[in-house]
């Protein structure tokens, strides 16, 4: 059970109101996900409850109508009450709620008190604003209120992509927009700069687009808007740069919903009306690390510090002193590996990738590189590790693509295995053996499975139906069928899985079903096939499912996913098919069929392993000394979870089963999805042809993992990523520290005398390498690289606290202690090499290079920063480490990557960027050339009282909107000059001519 909240708002589970629904003294949740168990709870609550008070009613009436509970949604008894909102004067965050009100028809009584009142005896400070929703029930988050409120109308659903806008709205926008908010009604200074990061995230975002999420508006785009708009009022500059955002914005300001909220707010004070509140109001804390959700970190310095203990700096300084002394050597790996007696035996399988393509940026990132990150830095360790790999090259895919190359199945396979081996050798990805599932060890291996499966009687046969495409002469794979699903209604369900809905679906219940293909709709042919009975198997694979998953690391989804699966029942899973291209099957009267790719893929591991080592049984029938881990993408984790293993138990050999079940989110470009056909996205191919290097991809794509949900590669983010973490904290760090040595020391360590602030530093980075160590060893690796960038941070800052380049002109202490400071950092550079080897191999041998570092500091047993480059070490010849991604260079790859389709697309949505109605709409026109009348009205007369600025400020923004409002209505371009817009007015000229 997994409740999610947002914006710091209080939650509850359905497992918590089993225990306690007698008593509603808890806080009304936002989001909560729920299983039929839960369901289940909460319809036996509703039956001893079926007329209940307002707080118990409101809150499963929402809960009732967030998931699609119509049963739940008709037994709440609901009483009708007012909602009351309490805000201090101008409050910004305010606007959130009242424009949420506004559009869902909510009525709230709005209640302004003073912002030093104590308005609830429980908080010791104030909170604004706070919604009240009776009995003693409040909730303190804008975010959430906005977010609770907007759920009241069932036009406006809530998402997951709605979500994140709203945590990056807090934790990432906040954070710079708070200060910046203080500086310019403080009359403070404010840096216009602090905020151009997270703007120009936002931009990107809004491009082509009307709304932040999908085609509509939602939380998002309120939460948002509110943010910006005590901003954008008070100085109308800080967003002239960004085109989508003023398209965006403005098309919201002007909207009655909107205008209604900031009359309420300002009581027509215009921007002044924010100032007390603002100045009142505590500033945000950024976060140690802004996540990586949407991107948008602040191109300042991040300042790390870390309250360290006088135990921590004492072991650091005895270990800095004394450490190397007992420092474990790297391991010597000597092929073939096999387990060892005491040993740490890890055994990596990353999913094994289709032939018949090239894999793409989430392909690489969702299997092979995140377990290339793991097997390196398990031999960081000195694990016994092995990792294995390999092509899929049976199945109707292949067939296929043969059929289109004019070629032999086994002519296409070795085709792309060596397209697959070279795009993984450029991306540094280190197998031990990358291999294929065409071999005779593959045959001998499936079928003895089988054979063991048929024996224990977990098979059975079965009459099916299958979908026989005539033009094409073949039956169709699950994959290569697609249509509506019989679920959703989703229109291009796969024959397997929807991936909208997620659910498992039969090829034949496809509804208007087509062949993939050639567009044909395929006719249903019945066939006799084999089933793996997974009925019979469901208290083994439960057992193991529940084991290992609690024992090993699962990542959430895995959990999720498979506890779904066994808790929905298991059904027989057909195993042959109607082919020729793949393992047959050697059971009499099915020698013309072979095997399905689902059973006979996984096996491909174990096939792959017997290539490697004709001694693969140690690895793979030893369950009690190996442990095993898999990754993939979450659509794999069914047949790694329950199949594969199921196919293992059955065969009651003593298989090695997966001990780590590790599944990605799944990886999207530019908010849409790769497309090979469409030429959409970057695929691997097709890196190495931009000129980047394959160590900086491999920085971004770990950087922005889908390890929680799913992400996207932004080219801004990704030229932001570069030229902010890279290029001006790793490298800048790195290359200032071995420069100043080299022209100030002739390249030589000098003699380090450690004073009080040294030795805290060295607890600090022992500290960040420790956390490293423990992420890494839980595989969530984008949080262990958070700890590399952090630990350059703390060199950048002991680098401008000390300042080396003044200490070293003084007295011979000073240039002392420069050389301490810099032989202190030149050894935190050689232990970011080694930290780096698992994320940017080829960066990690470079510094060695230029440290002339010893391989035997790549090791990282012990978690403790040894001093490995002592007094009189001589480094090599320093160079910059990264080099600065133009906007240029990308603005090209961009549109490269774009698409053939994008420019009709982007033709076809541009008037839609700026209004919900498209194009041309001459009722919105007639009714806005009234309020510009209007509006141009209450500017003249502000400008002949000559009202206060500020206020006058405010109308004439309003106005703006609405011209823009009025040119898209037309089907115009509202960032068009007017006609003879930029002329000379008739100013004299010098000499006194016009």
Request: hydrophobic share 35%.
């Amino acid at each position: 059970m997994t409740a999610l909240s947002c914006q710091r708002s209080m939650i509850i589970s359905p497992h918590a109101l089993h225990d306690c629904h007698t008593d509603w003294g808890l806080s009304l949740p936002v989001w909560i996900c729920c299983s039929v168990d839960d369901e289940i709870i909460i319809k036996k609550i509703l039956s001893e409850h079926s007329s209940c008070g307002r707080r118990t009613a409101s809150f499963l009436f929402t809960f009732a109508r967030n998931f699609n509970i119509t049963d739940l949604e008709r037994a709440v008894t609901v009483t009708e009450f007012e909602m009351k909102l309490i805000t201090d004067a101008g409050n910004q965050h305010t606007l959130k709620a009242l424009v949420a009100a506004n559009l869902a028809a909510v009525n709230i009584e709005c209640k302004v008190v003073n912002s030093a009142d104590q308005v609830l005896p429980f908080l010791k400070k104030n909170r604004f604003p706070v919604l009240e929703l009776g009995d003693d029930e409040h909730l303190f988050s804008a975010n959430a209120i906005c977010s609770y409120i907007l759920g009241q109308s069932e036009t406006y659903k809530s998402s997951v992509h709605i979500d994140e806008w709203l945590e990056w709205e807090a934790t990432q926008l906040q954070p710079f927009l708070g200060p910046y908010l203080a500086a310019i009604y403080g009359s403070g200074k404010a840096e216009v700069a602090v905020l151009e990061s997270s703007l120009s995230h936002l931009n990107a975002k809004l491009d082509g687009k009307a709304y932040l999420v999908e085609d509509a508006l939602s939380a998002a785009d309120i939460v948002v808007w509110a943010a910006l708009y005590p901003a954008a009022t008070k100085n109308t500059a800080i967003i002239a740069n960004y085109q989508h955002i003023q398209h965006w914005y403005q098309s919201l300001t002007s909207q009655d919903a909107f205008q209604q909220a900031v009359a309420k707010v300002t009581e027509g004070k215009g921007s002044s009306a924010f100032k007390a509140s603002i100045l009142a109001q505590p500033l945000v804390a950024a976060p140690k690390e802004l996540t990586e959700k949407t991107g948008g970190d602040s191109p300042r310095e991040e300042c790390i510090s870390h309250d360290v203990s006088i135990e921590e700096i004492s072991a650091a300084r005895e270990i800095w002193l004394h450490g190397h002394k007992t420092a474990a050597k790297p391991k010597k790996r000597v092929h073939p590996l096999l387990p060892e007696e005491g040993a740490h035996n890890i055994l990596i399988t990353s999913a094994l990738p289709y032939v018949n393509n090239v894999p793409h940026l989430g392909n690489i990132i969702g299997c092979v590189l995140s377990a290339d990150v793991f097997s390196r830095f398990c031999r960081l360790r000195n694990y016994n590790v092995l990792y294995v790999c390999g092509t899929d090259e049976y199945g109707t895919a292949t067939e296929t693509k043969a059929v289109e190359e004019g070629v032999t199945p086994q002519e296409i396979c070795a085709k792309y295995f060596e397209l697959h081996k070279k795009v993984y050798e450029w991306f540094d990805i280190d197998f031990d053996h990358f291999g294929r599932t065409t071999t005779p060890q593959q045959t001998e291996i499936a079928q003895d499975i089988f054979w063991r499966l048929h024996k224990n009687n977990y098979t059975t046969e079965d009459t099916v139906q299958q979908l026989l495409c005539q033009r094409c002469n073949r039956y169709l794979a699950d994959r290569f069928v697609e249509g509506i699903c019989p679920l959703c209604n989703y229109e291009d369900a796969r024959g397997d899985q929807c991936d909208k809905c997620g659910k498992l679906i039969v090829a034949t219940e496809l509804k208007k079903p087509r062949c993939k293909v050639c567009g044909d709709s395929p006719i249903i042919k019945q066939s006799t096939h084999l089933f793996l009975d997974l009925p019979a198997l469901l208290p083994q694979i439960e057992a193991f499912v529940k084991k290992s998953s609690a024992e090993g690391d699962w990542t959430a989804n895995s959990k999720l996913i498979a506890s779904t699966w066994i808790r929905d029942g298991l059904k027989p899973r057909c195993i042959t098919r109607d082919l020729k291209w793949g393992t047959p099957v050697p059971l009499e009267g099915y020698t013309d069929k072979v095997f399905y790719v689902w059973f006979d893929a996984p096996i491909g591991y174990i096939s792959i392993t017997a290539c490697y080592s004709k001694d693969w049984e140690k690895w793979w029938k030893n369950p009690q000394q190996v442990q095993m881990y898999n990754f993939m993408a979450k659509d794999n984790v069914p047949f790694h979870s329950i199949v594969f293993p199921g196919s293992l138990i059955g065969a009651t050999d003593n298989y090695t089963l997966v001990n780590h079940l590790i599944a990605t989110e799944y990886l999207n470009y530019e908010d849409g999805k790769f497309s090979k056909s469409r030429g959409v996205g970057v695929f691997g191919d097709q890196a190495k042809e931009t000129g980047i290097p394959a160590d900086i991809w491999r920085f971004y794509l770990l950087y922005v993992r889908p390890e929680n949900q799913d992400s996207s590669f932004s080219w801004s983010d990704f030229v932001l990523k570069n030229n902010s973490e890279l290029l001006n904290n790793l490298g800048n760090f790195i290359n200032r520290a071995l420069t100043f040595l080299e022209k100030n020391f002739g390249g030589v360590v000098p003699e380090m005398v450690l004073v009080p602030e040294d030795e805290k530093l060295l607890a600090e980075v022992t500290r960040e390498l420790q956390e490293y160590i423990k992420y890494l060893d839980k595989v969530k690796i984008r949080d262990a690289l958070r700890c590399i960038l952090n630990i350059s941070r703390l060199g950048n800052q002991h680098i401008q606290a000390n300042k080396p380049w003044v200490l070293v002109k003084g007295s011979d202490t000073d240039k002392t202690r420069a050389g301490t400071v810099i032989g202190v950092c030149v050894n935190i550079s050689c232990l970011l090499s080694v930290m780096l080897q698992p994320y940017m191999p080829q960066t990690s041998k470079i510094i060695q290079q230029q440290l002339n570092a010893d391989e035997d500091c790549n090791v990282l047993t012990e978690g403790s920063f040894v001093c490995y480059l002592k007094t009189g070490h001589k480094i090599g010849k320093p160079s910059p480490l990264f080099n600065k991604i133009e906007q240029d260079l990308v603005e090209s790859l961009k549109k490269r990557f774009s698409g053939q389709q994008s420019k009709a697309e982007k033709e076809n949505t541009a008037p839609a960027a700026a209004t919900t109605g498209g194009g041309a709409n001459p009722a919105d026109a007639e009714r806005l050339e009234k309020e510009v009348t209007q509006q141009g009205e209450v500017v003249r007369k502000l400008k002949t009282e000559k009202a206060d600025k500020e206020k006058i400020d405010v109308e004439v923004q309003k106005l703006l909107a609405l011209k823009r409002a009025l040119a898209i209505s037309k089907g115009e371009d509202p960032d068009a000059k007017p006609a003879g817009a930029g002329k000379s007015k008739g100013k004299k000229k010098k000499g006194g001519k016009k």
